[in-house]
């Protein structure tokens, strides 16, 4: 997944302010680079430290705008405090309802899960694959003024 700077940044932030889980929306800019970001405004009266229940109706909302200024939907990005990396199982289960949700419109998606407290990025990308969605792990590619940083 390509990602700017900037929005890695935000990503960063968001993930920081709340001791919830708590996520948001990703957007693609020019290039398939991820150059926008929407944090999520869930619910404070459902969050816990280690679920999180996205506002779906406020997300759909944001990507519609998206939609209307060219702004291509690139996935849902959401914090684990509990350090893991991996996907649970309830992730798997939003990730497919995602997709199929946008089969209409998309080919593949990123899931990108930022762990607390390392403050780690794990890019996971889903992708329809003959009957089915398949999901692995995909690199991050952080880009400056579309130049790869090394």
Known sequence: MKIT??????IEKIANSKDVEIGGILGFGENEIVSYVIADLPDDSVGCRFDY????????????????????????FHTHFS???????????????IMISSKDIVDCLFFPVFTLPDNKLNIYKACFQGEGIVI??????????????T
């Open 5 to 10: 700077k900037e929005v890695l940044t935000q």
């Open 53 to 76: 229940y996205p506002n779906i109706t406020f997300l759909n909302e944001q990507i519609e705008k998206w939609a209307e200024q060219g702004i291509d939907f690139a996935g849902f």
């Open 136 to 149: 692995e792990k995909d690199e991050l590619d952080i880009v400056w003024n579309e130049t790869p940083e």
């Open 83 to 97: 350090g893991s990396q991996n996907l649970s199982d309830t992730d798997k289960v939003y990730i497919n309802a």
